[in-house]
């Protein structure tokens, strides 16, 4: 199991953009499918974005498409969301998230079994 933790939240602009970075501890990490997922007050957690243990496939809920980019860095262990377009909608608590299981793709919320504490994104309108 790896341990999580998030950075870079804050709050913004419409229109500004934003980068979030999760430092991960764990010999497993370049085993693991990474995403991010975010849930806003009174809603459920919802995916925003995967990426698979190499970097070479990414998954993208059709709502940050083209606004969000995933990736990840193996040898230093981190997996990063850069938020470009930001829209008041995107305001909610982001969490990075490593897979269960070791060389499988996936975005489903319980197929994740590593969790950060979250980081605040606040877009203003």
């Known amino acids: 199991q790896v341990q999580l933790v998030e950075s870079g939240g804050g709050l913004v602009q419409a229109g500004g953009s934003l980068s979030l970075s999760c430092a991960a501890s764990?010999?497993?990490?370049?085993?693991?499918?990474m995403g991010w997922f975010r849930q806003a007050p009174g809603k459920e957690r919802e995916f925003v974005a995967v990426i698979s243990w190499r970097g070479e496939n990414t998954l993208y809920a059709d709502s940050v498409k083209g606004r969000f980019t995933i990736s990840r860095d193996n040898v230093n262990r981190t997996v990063s969301l850069q938020m470009n377009s930001l829209k008041p909608e995107d305001t909610s608590v982001y969490y990075c998230?490593?897979?269960?299981?070791?060389?499988?793709?996936?975005?489903?919320?319980?197929?994740?079994?590593?969790w950060g504490q979250g980081t605040q994104v606040t877009v203003s309108s």
């Open positions: 764990g010999r497993t990490f370049s085993w693991l499918t």
């Open positions: 998230a490593a897979h269960r299981t070791p060389f499988r793709l996936g975005y489903d919320a319980p197929d994740f079994g590593s």
